[in-house]
C-alpha cells in the first residue's frame, strides 16, 4: 500500500498513484512524500519486487540500497550515494502483556526535493502525520517548507514516540521492584530476566541510532540547509536522553537482579534460623529423655519409682523450653 504527498504550487495534492511521480520528482520546485507500507506476510517478497523496478528506475536507487531494504533486521546507519541518502531508523513496540520489546525497521531515502519511508509493519504515529500534513492548510503545511523539514518531523515524531514507551517501561520496572519485595518466587524471576532482555535489546537499537542521526548534521552537505540543522542536532540531543533513560534502566534491571538474589537468600537464612530454633528447643529434651530412656539393669529414680518421676521430668522439660524461648525472645532471635 502506497501513499503520495506533493507539494507544488503553494498547495498539497493527494495522489496515491504511482503514474505521475516521475514528472513531479523532476520538477525541483515540487516536494514529494512517498510512503510504502509492505506487510511482513508470505507474499513480502513478491510485493517488494514490485516496487524495487519502480524504486531503481524512478530514483536510481542501487541493488545494495534495495536488497538492504529487504533485509528484516538491518543496523542503524547513514548512506550516501550519488543523488540521495540511505537512513535506517527502527520504531519501538513495548507488549505489556508479554513484556517483550519489538522493533520495526523504518527505511528513509531523501533526495533534494522527496522524501520516501518503507515500513513492513503499521506505523500507527508514521499514519497519523501523514493524515495531518495530508489536512493541513497551506500556510502550515510542512511540506512548504522543504524535504529536510519533513524528514526532521518524521525523526521527531519517531523519538517522540520512545518516551510513551520509556513511560510504560518505568512503571513496569517500579512494579516489579515490590514485587520482588513483597514476594521472590520463580515468576517475579522471570519477569525480571525479561525485562531486562527488553531493555538492554532497545540500548542495542537505540545506540547507532545516535551516531546516524548526527551525521545527517555532518555528512550530508547541501541536502540539509544550515538553518534547518539545529532541529536535527534537537533530535540527536532527544536520541541521547532516551539512551541514557534506557541505560539507566539496565543499571536498575542490574541491580533488581542483585536485591532478588539478595532476597532470596535473606529468606533462606530466616528459614534455616527458625529450623534451628526448633531443633536447639528440642535438643535438651531429647538429651533428658534419652537419659533416662537407657536400657540398662539398674538406673536410678527408675526402679524405686512410686509415679512421680515422670511428671517432675515432664515439669522439668517444659520448664527448659520455655527458658530458651524467653531466652530467644530476649535476643530478638523471634
Known sequence: MQQVLIWRNDRIEADDSLQNLADTIQDSKAVTWLDLYIPDTQNVQNDLAKYREFLAQEFQLTDLILDTIAEERERSKLVQQRNYFYLIVHSFEFNLQEETA??????????HNYLITIHRAPLPWLDQLIAE?????????????GMARMLHLVLDTLVDSYFSILDTLDDTINDMEDSIVEKSDNTVQARVFRMKRAVAYLRRVVSPQIEAVNALVTRTNG????????????????????????DSSRDLMSSMVDVYLTTISNRQN????????????????????GVFGQNFAHSPQ?????????????????????AQLLYFRYRKWL
Open 223 to 246: 541536502f540539509i540547509p544550515r538553518e534547518d540543522e539545529p532541529y536535527f542536532a534537537d533530535v540527536h540531543d532527544h536520541l541521547i536522553r532516551v539512551f541514557e533513560v534506557l
Open 102 to 111: 519489538q522493533v520495526h525497521k523504518l527505511d528513509i531515502i531523501f533526495g
Open 133 to 145: 500534513t495530508r489536512n493541513d492548510q497551506p500556510d502550515d503545511n510542512i511540506m512548504g517548507k
Open 302 to 322: 527408675v526402679e524405686h519409682d512410686l509415679g512421680y518421676n515422670f511428671w517432675i521430668v515432664l515439669i522439668f522439660m517444659g520448664i527448659v523450653t520455655i
Open 270 to 289: 530466616e528459614i534455616m534460623k527458625q529450623l534451628a530454633i526448633i531443633a536447639t528447643i528440642f535438643l535438651p529434651i531429647t538429651f533428658i529423655t
